[in-house]
């Protein structure tokens, strides 16, 4: 069976912290998609990054960087210098290479105060 | 990019109506689209994947009787709630696939939601 942990629910930091959202992942799958989702309060989905089973290069991108390690199946989310603007929900997502289904975690709601 | 939209962005409606939420990929054909159901403070939870031409495929515990899903064309999809009640209000959102071109990396593209309320 397919299964995410998001097992942070809310995460309050202070701005200017650095902050780790993290996601487990279970599957069978040998091929597989990894994704991250940030949804703020107008509820639309806004889509971070995809990562595939065979890419376990940790990735950057401005404020954000993301740890993938198959060895732990986690795919975990660092925002670094966090702003009041990250303040959203923001979701981890696995996807099987058969169905094309996606199964999302429960969540971590972000509160960055300032 | 692709680009999915969703038709009507909010919708409220009286107990025992019916309502129908669309779902159309703007810049490509999407031969997959997908119908989550998130209730507040909760995650998307998957109700159905539909195939153009095809019946949907409903996942356990979805009544299809009361979710209707059309997927007519290749860039159009609709649910239908039926007999709404106000246990059905929630945010409804759609996402799309083609997965003989752009569904590389298995990729969807999700649609900005619907959220209904059933008084």
């Known amino acids: 069976a397919q299964k995410v942990t998001q097992a942070q629910t809310e995460i309050s930091v202070v701005e200017k912290e650095d902050v780790t959202l993290d996601c487990v992942y279970e599957?069978?799958?040998?091929?597989?998609?990894l994704f991250w989702y940030k949804q703020p309060p107008s509820g639309e989905l806004v889509f971070l990054i995809r990562?595939?089973?065979?890419?376990?290069q940790n990735e950057i991108s401005g404020r954000y960087s993301w740890n993938f390690q198959k060895s732990t199946s986690s795919f975990n989310f660092t925002i670094t210098a966090s702003q009041v603007v990250d303040s959203a929900v923001y979701f981890c997502a696995l996807g099987g290479s058969g169905t094309y289904k996606y199964i999302f975690g429960t969540g971590t709601r972000l509160k960055v105060l300032a | 990019g692709a680009v999915v939209s969703q038709h009507p962005s909010w919708v409220i409606c009286k107990s025992g109506t019916s309502v129908k939420i669309e779902c159309r990929s703007l810049d490509f054909q999407a031969t997959t689209m997908f119908w989550y159901r998130q209730f507040p403070k909760q995650s998307l939870m998957l109700m159905a994947t539909?195939?153009?031409?095809?019946?949907?495929?409903?996942e356990q515990g979805v009544e299809k009787d009361k979710f209707l899903i059309n997927h007519a064309s290749l860039t159009l999809s609709t649910l239908t709630v039926t007999s709404a009640h106000p246990e059905d209000s929630s945010f409804y959102i759609c996402?799309?696939?083609?997965?003989?071109?752009?569904?590389?990396?298995?990729?969807?593209?999700f649609g900005p939601g619907t959220r209904l309320t059933v008084l």
């Open positions: 539909s195939n153009e031409g095809s019946k949907a495929t409903y």
């Open positions: 990562r595939n089973s065979f890419d376990e």
């Open positions: 996402s799309a696939s083609d997965l003989t071109g752009l569904a590389r990396n298995n990729e969807q593209f």
């Open positions: 599957t069978r799958d040998t091929t597989y998609y």
